[in-house]
T-cell receptor, first 113, second 117 residues
Framework: QKEVEQDPGPLSVPEGAIVSLNCTYSNSAFQYFMWYRQYSRKGPELLMYTYSSGNKEDGRFTAQVDKSSKYISLFIRDSQPSDSATYLC?????????????WGLGTSLAVNP | NAGVMQNPRHLVRRRGQEARLRCSPM?????VYWYRQLPEEGLKFMVY????????ESGMPKERFSAEFPKEGPSILRIQQVVRGDSAAYFC???????????????FGQGTRLTVV
C-alpha cells in the first residue's frame, strides 16, 4: 500500500463547477500537507500549505485536513478552464523538509468551457 | 527575475550513453533539489545540494547517478551508462533557505524529459 493515495482521474467538469480533489494517507506522523498544481510539461507549483487539521482558504481554493480520517481535500470554487492541470498532494512528518515530502501521483482535472 | 531554468527540456540518449541535466536556480537561491517523476511512482526526492556541498543524497541510486552544484555555474545531474529505466522527467527545485517548505517554498523548473532508446 502506498503511503499516499490519490485517484488519478481524469476528472472532467464544466466551467463554474465546484471541484473536490482528495488524498488519503496511511502515516499518522504526517503533519504538513501541501497541494501543488502541475500544468502539462511544466514543474509543480505550490498552491496551498496547511499544518495539522483544519481548513485554509485562499481565493477560490480551500484546503481541508482531517487527520482522524487521514484524508485531505482541495476544493476549487467557480472552476475555470485555466484550472485544467494535474493536482498533486504532498505531505511530510515535519516542517522545513522538502526532502521528506511524500507525493501523491496526481489527479488530472479538465475544466470544460 | 527568471525562474528555475532547466536544460535541455528534452534529451534522448541511447542505452550506455551519459546524460547530463543542468539546473540554474532562481537568482538568490543557493539550495537545489533534484526529483524524478515517473507516471506510476510520482515525484521522488533524489538529492539536495548547496553550493559546493551535497547535503543529502539519500534518494540517489547507488550507482551511475551523481550530482554537483559548483561555486559557479548550474547544478548538474549526471547519469552514466543510461538504461531504459532511467527514462523519466527530472525536476530541479531551488529555495532561498535550507529545507523550508510552505512559507518559503521551493520553486520548480520545467523539467528535463529523458528518453533512453
Amino acid at each position: 500500500q502506498k503511503e499516499v493515495e490519490q485517484d488519478p482521474g481524469p476528472l472532467s467538469v464544466p466551467e463554474g463547477a465546484i471541484v473536490s480533489l482528495n488524498c488519503t494517507y496511511s502515516n499518522s506522523a504526517f503533519q504538513y500537507f501541501m497541494w501543488y498544481r502541475q500544468y502539462s510539461r511544466k514543474g509543480p507549483e505550490l498552491l496551498m500549505y496547511t499544518y495539522s487539521s483544519g481548513n485554509k482558504e485562499d481565493g477560490r481554493f480551500t484546503a481541508q485536513v482531517d487527520k482522524s480520517s487521514k484524508y485531505i481535500s482541495l476544493f476549487i470554487r467557480d472552476s475555470q478552464p485555466s484550472d485544467s492541470a494535474t493536482y498533486l498532494c504532498a505531505m511530510s512528518p515535519n516542517a522545513g523538509n522538502n526532502r521528506k515530502l511524500i507525493w501523491g501521483l496526481g489527479t488530472s482535472l479538465a475544466v470544460n468551457p | 527575475n527568471a525562474g528555475v531554468m532547466q536544460n535541455p527540456r528534452h534529451l534522448v540518449r541511447r542505452r550506455g550513453q551519459e546524460a547530463r541535466l543542468r539546473c540554474s536556480p532562481m537568482k538568490g537561491h543557493s539550495h537545489v533539489y533534484w526529483y524524478r517523476q515517473l507516471p506510476e511512482e510520482g515525484l521522488k526526492f533524489m538529492v539536495y545540494l548547496q553550493k559546493e556541498n551535497i547535503i543529502d543524497e539519500s534518494g540517489m541510486p547507488k550507482e551511475r547517478f551523481s550530482a554537483e552544484f559548483p561555486k559557479e555555474g548550474p547544478s548538474i545531474l549526471r547519469i552514466q551508462q543510461v538504461v531504459r529505466g532511467d527514462s523519466a522527467a527530472y525536476f530541479c527545485a531551488s529555495s532561498t533557505t535550507r529545507d523550508r517548505i510552505g512559507n518559503t517554498e521551493a520553486f520548480f523548473g520545467q523539467g528535463t524529459r529523458l528518453t533512453v532508446v
